[in-house]
């Protein structure tokens, strides 16, 4: 899967983007070069859509039955999902999915519109609600905001970095990031989750923040930032914006 988003927007974190891309000999691409990168890889399986400049997001069809990819969309919200949620019938109970034709990149959906509605739990406590081992990306088209996360086992791996013209680019395959964004990418950190509003969190330990730590890749070359809990720091809650009963976001308005 491959998701890129106009910083404008997005608001990645700055310490991805390393000053060591534009001495490295190899600069960033833009947008649509990675793009075209992904779709030859993927030229009999793969279909892409873009948003009037702002997003794109392409997939590739499942290939192989060991690894599950699914792609979803709906009222204008769309989810790319990897893996497998262990709990996903009491799941769809609980989000009054039951029996609806539901996978996980559907619940993803639904729990994302729950949350941004009327939210009646932080988003930390739902992801930490998911047993298995997942990494998806969320677009939602009607007010232009990501939300992705990762889980904390190491089943599934995302990967995200800073493109040509400063976009942020998510994709499970590190080839078509380290191309794309030359020396500024990094894994999307365990067991975190990603708002475009609210920034890089741990779902894990929501009262902690979030440490950015240099990366030095094989050539001794700063090659963006890997993120840790710091374990010394805490934030006072996750943002709410709107009524107490409302998790988010500034643009859900």
């Known amino acids: 899967m491959l998701a890129i988003f106009q910083k404008a927007f997005a608001h990645p ?25 992904f779709l030859s890889r993927h030229q009999d399986s793969a279909f892409s859509m873009n948003f009037a400049g702002s997003a794109v997001l392409a997939y590739a069809r499942q290939e192989t039955s ?11 919200i769309y989810c790319m999902f990897l893996g497998r949620l262990n709990n996903l019938c009491n799941l769809n109970r609980q989000y009054g999915l039951s029996g609806k034709n539901s ?10 519109r729950t949350l941004r509605d009327r939210g009646p ?8 609600g998911l047993d298995g081992s997942f990494a998806f990306v969320v677009y939602d088209s009607q007010n232009s905001s990501v939300f992705s996360a990762l ?9 995200w970095g800073i493109s040509g013209d400063g976009s942020v ?12 964004c030359a020396k500024s990418f990094a894994p999307f950190p365990n067991g975190c989750m990603f708002h475009s509003e609210t920034g890089l969190k741990s779902f894990e330990h929501p009262t902690n923040k979030m440490k950015a730590m240099a ?5 001794g070359v ?10 010394c720091s805490k934030v006072n809650g996750i943002p709410r914006r709107g009524s107490e009963a409302n998790w988010a976001l500034a643009n859900s308005r």
């Open 151 to 159: 889980s904390s086992d190491g089943g599934e791996s995302l990967y």
């Open 222 to 231: 700063l090659c963006g930032a890997n993120f840790k809990v710091d374990a």
């Open 66 to 76: 060991l690894r599950q990819r699914l792609f979803c969309g709906l009222d204008g």
């Open 13 to 37: 974190p700055e310490e991805l983007n390393s000053p060591a891309s534009q001495f490295s000999g190899k600069t960033p691409k833009l947008p649509v070069e990675t793009l075209s990168d």
């Open 121 to 128: 739990y932080p988003a930390d406590q739902v992801l930490r």
């Open 103 to 112: 996978d996980e990149a559907m619940f993803v959906i639904e729990a994302y």
């Open 215 to 219: 990366r030095i890749d094989s050539e």
């Open 169 to 180: 680019v998510m994709s499970d395959d590190l080839e078509i990031i380290k191309q794309g």
